[in-house]
């Protein structure tokens, strides 16, 4: 079992920044990827950004250069630091982590971006 925390999110002016963390708890050793997901009213859930146990790391073509995953493994935590915010980034970013046999997803939390 793994358990996923964020938190970090709120509301920020287009062209600010918010740092959002994904802490995890449990069998934290079977995880193979950590990454982010989020999803705005009306809209599927997309693929953000993703961080893999060696390091590697991904991103949607969308955040390229103003988003950036990493993880501090003292502290099994993620973030997602998200730079020169957009108002089309607003929407409920929620944090997932995959083992090999299951998949786990946190709360949710909302980011929003004023024009």
């Known amino acids: 079992q793994v358990q996923l925390v964020e938190s970090g999110g709120g509301l920020v002016q287009a062209g600010g920044s918010l740092r959002l963390s994904c802490a995890a708890s449990?069998?934290?050793?079977?995880?193979?990827?950590v990454d982010w997901y989020r999803q705005a009213p009306g809209k599927q859930r997309e693929l953000v950004a993703a961080?893999?146990?060696?390091?590697?790391?991904k991103y949607a073509d969308s955040v390229k250069g103003r988003f950036t995953i990493s993880r501090d493994n003292a502290k099994d935590t993620v973030y997602l630091q998200m730079n020169s915010l957009k108002p089309e980034d607003t929407a409920v970013y929620y944090c997932h982590a995959d083992t090999y046999r299951f998949s786990y997803w946190g709360q949710g939390t909302q980011v929003t971006v004023s024009s």
């Open positions: 961080i893999f146990s060696g390091g590697s790391t």
């Open positions: 449990g069998s934290i050793s079977s995880i193979n990827v």
